[in-house]
């Protein structure tokens, strides 16, 4: 089944202890890209690669880190992690030939205390 | 500066009635236009998209219409479900080399029995 899977689904932590949301995806799709959905203010991109090793900032990076060492995997790494990043994490994939049509990971939900 | 506007935080239709969903930009950039849909605890999932090159698209219930000048497109839902109770993003790409997605703040249909 193609699919895009996160880890974990929903994460309570602590300022500033680092973690990591793992996104994975099956379909071969060169472009990965994360979101977050804040309420009233709808989905917003923090990173995309296009490739491997080929990654941008989207349009709300600050406070976060990513990296696309394989194809298939697209980690989010919050260093520092900050109570104005408590969210809804989607992770998203889609073949460069059709990057409008994204396929959306379940999504992750992250509290920061 | 929000580029994609959805004004209409929710709307309630009867089951059998036509939901129409709209949607406005500002970007006249943008030249492809995609609507997703939410369920709670799930991912967004493509709907129906549509070119700049065109002013409707069919996909069985959903129709999406573009207006250029007026820069606002619209999804006609006929005949709405209560299934379809869901929110609605609509996005909007600019092309060529460039595969960032801006999503609008999506608008709550609920489809009443």
């Known amino acids: 089944e193609a699919q895009v899977t996160q880890n974990p689904r929903y994460l309570i932590t602590v300022t500033g202890k680092k973690l990591t949301v793992t996104c994975s995806q099956n379909m071969n799709h060169e472009y990965m890209s994360w979101y977050r959905q804040d309420p009233g203010l709808g989905l917003r991109q923090i990173y995309y690669?296009?490739?491997?090793?080929?990654?941008d900032k989207g349009d709300v990076p600050e406070g976060y880190k990513v990296s696309r060492k394989e194809k298939r995997n697209f980690p989010l790494i919050l260093e520092s992690p900050s109570p104005n990043q408590t969210s809804l994490y989607f992770c998203?994939?889609?073949?460069?030939?059709?990057?409008?049509?994204?396929?959306f990971g379940p999504g992750t939900r992250l509290t920061v205390l | 500066d929000q580029q994609v506007k959805q004004n209409s935080p929710s709307l309630s239709v009867q089951e059998g009635r036509i939901s129409i969903l709209n949607c406005d930009y500002t970007?006249?950039?943008?030249?492809?236009f995609l609507w997703y849909k939410k369920y709670p605890a799930e991912g967004p999932t493509f709907l129906i998209s549509?070119?700049?090159?065109?002013d409707k698209n069919e996909d069985g219930r959903f129709t999406v219409f573009l207006n250029k000048s007026a820069k606002h497109l619209s999804l006609h839902i006929v005949p709405s479900q209560p299934g379809d109770s869901a929110v609605y993003f609509c996005a909007a790409n600019s092309g060529g080399s460039n595969y960032k997605l801006t999503f609008g703040k999506g608008t709550l249909l609920t489809v009443n029995p």
């Open positions: 970007n006249s950039m943008f030249d492809y």
């Open positions: 690669s296009m490739n491997v090793e080929v990654t």
């Open positions: 549509i070119s700049s090159i065109k």
């Open positions: 998203a994939s889609s073949s460069t030939h059709r990057t409008d049509t994204q396929y």
